[in-house]
Nanobody, 120 residues
Framework: QVQLVESGGGLVQAGGSLRLSCAASGSIFRLNGMGWYRQVAGKQRDLVAVITSGGITNYADSVKGRFTISEDNAKNTVYLQMNSLKPEDTAVYYC??????????????WGQGTQVTVSS
């Protein structure tokens, strides 16, 4: 099993910044990629940013130029630096990990979610 522990959410004023962290632990042979998604109540969960094990990144158009995803491979941790936050960024942010186990099984795991609220 793999556990994802998120931290860093909270309340911030528009224009402010937050940094989310997500640490993966457990039966991990290889982290193929990690990412952040967000969900507003009653709506689908949407991609925010992802990063592969090779450092290739992809962002939702709505956050390009404002958010930066990075990773610390030694710590199995992914970060999301969020700058110039807008009220429409308000959501529950979920960490995702694409993991290969020691038995060569590849699975997706999700964190518990962390609330980000941006006030206007």
């Amino acid at each position: 099993q793999v556990q994802l522990v998120e931290s860093g959410g909270g309340l911030v004023q528009a224009g402010g910044s937050l940094r989310l962290s997500c640490a993966a632990s457990g039966s991990i042979f290889r982290l193929n990629g990690m990412g952040w998604y967000r969900q507003v109540a009653g709506k689908q969960r949407d991609l925010v940013a992802v990063i592969t094990s090779g450092g290739i990144t992809n962002y939702a158009d709505s956050v390009k130029g404002r958010f930066t995803i990075s990773e610390d491979n030694a710590k199995n941790t992914v970060y999301l630096q969020m700058n110039s936050l807008k009220p429409e960024d308000t959501a529950v942010y979920y960490c995702n990990a694409d993991v290969s186990s020691y038995s060569a099984r590849r699975s997706d795991y999700w964190g518990q979610g962390t609330q980000v609220t941006v006030s206007s």
